[in-house]
């Protein structure tokens, strides 16, 4: 079965400061993984993915993405935060080269970012 | 590119009642998905689609849970006899094709008297 971990319920970071949110998953086979942000009564807006390829990803708002294999990791960074990026983060894995369409999530994680 | 509109916003009724929610996919996205996203917790995974066939349903969709998506367009998701637990935001999202991102709309806000 495929999972999802956060570990960090909340990450605070300063303005300007890089910013690291934590993801760890299980699935067999070859993973596809997915970044999303979440704001106050809204769905979920699409950041990026990795399916095969370069393991840096590079996604939307200057957000980018490190797939580890071996670690099965991949923490969602950014090199200098803004305020307008707290918001709610989600990490998603689904088994990739199958039919199977189900996205599994993580619990969430918390970014604030302070002036 | 207009997103997944989900109707309503908002549905509040007594526990026992049956409620209907509808999505529209973005057009032209064959890839239609279901999600029930409780307070504090990710979204979990409820049923897919692919144009008109439901391909995926989770154990989470009880006899009390029917979606339908009758011409491979917008779709329906209906709870029967609501109860207590049902109460939760409704997702629905939508993927042009494999390996594509789902994208989200902003939900249904259900909550149960």
């Known amino acids: 079965a495929q999972s999802v971990a956060q570990p960090e319920d909340q990450v605070n970071v300063a303005e300007g400061n890089p910013l690291t949110v934590k993801c760890t998953y299980s699935?067999?086979?070859?993973?596809?993984l997915f970044w999303y942000v979440q704001y106050p009564n809204r769905g979920l807006q699409f950041l990026l993915k990795?399916?095969?390829?370069?393991?840096l990803v590079k996604g939307s708002y200057g957000f980018e993405a490190e797939f580890n294999k071996s670690q099965t990791s991949f923490h969602l960074k950014k090199p200098s935060a803004l305020v307008s990026d707290s918001a709610l983060y989600f990490c998603?894995?689904?088994?990739?080269?199958?039919?199977?369409?189900?996205?599994?999530f993580g619990t969430g994680t918390r970014l604030l970012v302070s002036p | 590119d207009t997103g997944v509109s989900q109707n309503p916003r908002h549905k509040i009724t007594k526990r026992g009642q049956n409620v209907t929610f509808r999505c529209d996919p973005i057009?032209?996205?064959?890839?239609l998905y279901w999600y029930r996203q409780t307070l504090g917790q990710g979204p979990e995974f409820l049923t897919y689609?692919?144009?008109?066939?439901?391909?995926?349903k989770s154990r989470l969709l009880s006899d009390r849970f029917s979606a339908e998506r009758p011409k491979g367009s917008f779709s329906t998701l209906e709870i029967q006899r609501t109860e207590q637990g049902d109460s939760a935001m409704y997702l629905c999202?939508?993927?042009?094709?494999?390996?594509?991102?789902?994208?989200f709309g902003d939900g249904t806000r259900l909550s149960i008297l």
């Open positions: 990795y399916i095969t390829g370069d393991n």
């Open positions: 999202a939508s993927s042009p094709g494999e390996g594509q991102p789902q994208h």
């Open positions: 998603a894995v689904r088994k990739g080269n199958t039919g199977f369409q189900k996205l599994v």
């Open positions: 057009s032209e996205h064959n890839r």
């Open positions: 689609f692919q144009n008109e066939a439901q391909l995926e």
């Open positions: 699935v067999s086979g070859n993973p596809y």
